[in-house]
């Protein structure tokens, strides 16, 4: 049997859902599956992976989960956007117990970059950025033509970038980061404050229409579409604050590639990508002239497959 | 006669000075010269530099020269601080037809952080964040093991990530770059514009006392000392701006060691990096818990070394 026609399972443990999907060796995804997160803990986690990994069409010789927490070396060192997680938490005896493969742990958004990576907008690019845009934002690297995890598997943090130090409020506490004004949680937030001050808004009676639990990027999408002012203006403002970090972000680190990617950039596509780059543009300093932005091509996969690739790898290199 | 006897000269060119020493291969600097950098172009250099390394005790297999200016792939993309010197100077057939012996360019910053990763500060590191406080506020990086050099040799410039956007005037034209805040030349103008609105200070008079044609480190360093108020603010404010810049930097990078150098951390010494340290830590998500934040330990030599470094694996790997 080819490496290229062994069969790896990819997971994507997210806040909100967990995708699976059965990847052969040229990343392509033959068979996709997907439930809500369990809120009950790590147990209920590990049983749906498992669940949706057995319902798989074909063996996998190897699993790759990523999820939102640091992984280091193979390790979980922390996970902090899942209930009831822990670092104690053994998530590959959890894991490895239910599945009958060897399993091979990465963070989310390294495992999405590595997935544009190997099969999507980034392939063949030396140095890159990506960029998440989704509750939060995220990042991952590719330098010199690898992955980049940092000494303790948690560089890519773009999200904390300040762009405003003592500026807006972000949910880890400090005030200035560029997720406080781009991450759709505080961009919630914020729009709920301005409603109290008396502004208006058909944000959140989209939300209601759609019957969504709180504004997801398709009720943001369609509020811009709907010329709704509020939305605009916040949306304005994150692609402010995106350009001060990725401008400062390339300035430090003189990538070819922006890859951007989460709900917003997959439902407003490369318009959206390419208003992040001109707001850039006046804060690089000396940007390669090879530098371009683009938009996520493998949208859900993307985690997916570079969970598989990073499984895949993991075994062929043990 | 063994790789580690072979003499290798190292020439670092600045914008005050000119730097060689001969080094050999466990990196030791056996003898060094030095001269003001010409002002007159590129030929006045190119025989400065000659004459140094002629100068010099021992024959040199190699001549690795740190310029102050974007290197790529061994080609010198621009010059930017050196007067009478554009984009078509050829440097290194100007040096090579002067030395009997191979050349090989670097950009200063790089070198630098290079010579403290193979024989000082940053020995045996694997992801390096180097911060150079000089006239300007350049960087370096070592990242997974190496040098990183960005996709067009101009990574590593954290002297124009973005702290305070809008805020102060930087040098390259925008507003709000920490070198606008941190670098020396910056820092005078701000001391020069206090001064004009009715401030005191002794900067300028101790600049006239010790000779010097604007304030220097050491000029700094004494003000300080003397507990000059309008300087300290002004380092104070360059101390808090670092930390945020550096604090992005860590959350974007997850580096293990902060190395610090340039004139005013060698005249204030450890002290100093630990202010930086202090001012970094509320800006970082989460730092490893081995981040270390250290003071150069080669002062003058760190580009002399690295520049033979460079040479040397590059004599080598050809």
Same mark, same amino acid.
């Given at each position: 049997?080819? %490496? ?5 399972? $990819? ?41 949706? @990994?057995?319902? &798989? ?24 956007? =899942?209930?009831? *997680? ?6 590959? $005896?959890?894991?490895?117990?239910? &599945? ?8 989310? %958004? ?6 544009? *990576? ?13 960029? *998440? ?6 990042? /991952?690297? @590719?330098?010199?033509?690898?992955? #980049?995890?940092?000494?303790? $598997? ?26 406080? #004004? ?10 709920? %404050? &301005? ?9 959140? %009676? ?13 009720? *943001? ?12 203006? &916040? ?6 604050? =995106?350009?001060?970090? !990725?401008?400062?972000? !390339? ?10 990617? $989460? ?13 992040? /780059? ?15 932005? !683009? ?12 969970? /598989? ?7 062929? /290199?043990?």
């Amino acid at each position: 049997m080819s %490496a290229s026609r062994t069969l790896v399972a $990819g997971v994507d443990v997210g806040g909100t859902n967990i995708q699976v999907g059965m990847v052969s060796g040229d990343h392509e995804v033959h068979d996709r599956g997907k439930v809500p997160t369990p809120t009950s803990g790590p147990d209920a986690v590990f049983d749906a992976v498992a669940e949706l @990994v057995a319902d &798989l069409d074909g063996d996998p010789v190897a699993v790759g989960v990523g999820i939102p927490g640091v992984v280091h070396a193979g390790q979980v060192l922390t996970v902090p956007n =899942l209930a009831g *997680w822990d670092a104690d938490v053994d998530l590959v $005896g959890g894991l490895t117990s239910r &599945l009958d493969a060897p399993v091979t742990l990465g963070n989310d %958004a390294n495992v999405g970059l590595l997935g544009e *990576w190997v099969a999507g907008a980034a392939r063949g690019a030396r140095d890159v950025l990506g960029l *998440w845009l989704g509750t939060g934002v995220g990042g /991952a690297l @590719v330098l010199d033509g690898r992955p #980049y995890e940092g000494s303790r $598997g948690s560089s890519g943090e773009i999200g904390h970038v300040q762009v405003q130090p003592g500026g807006a409020m972000c949910g880890c506490g400090r005030r200035g980061c560029v997720e406080a #004004y781009a991450g759709r949680r505080m961009m919630a937030g914020a729009a709920h %404050a &301005l409603v109290g001050a008396g502004r208006e808004t058909r944000l959140f %009676a989209i939300q209601d229409e759609e019957d969504r639990p709180r504004p997801t990027s398709s009720v *943001w999408a369609r509020a811009l579409d709907e010329g709704d002012e509020m939305a605009t203006q &916040l949306v304005d403002s994150a692609v402010e604050h =995106l350009g001060v970090a !990725v401008g400062s972000a !390339v300035n430090l680190l003189d990538v070819e590639l922006v890859v951007v990617g $989460g709900g917003l950039p997959e439902k407003l596509g490369q318009d959206l990508v390419d208003r992040i /780059a001109a707001a850039a543009g006046p804060w690089m300093l000396r940007p390669s002239p090879e530098l371009r932005f !683009v938009v996520s091509s493998l949208g859900d996969d993307a985690g997916v497959v570079g969970a /598989a690739a990073l499984a895949r790898a993991a075994v062929i /290199a043990g």
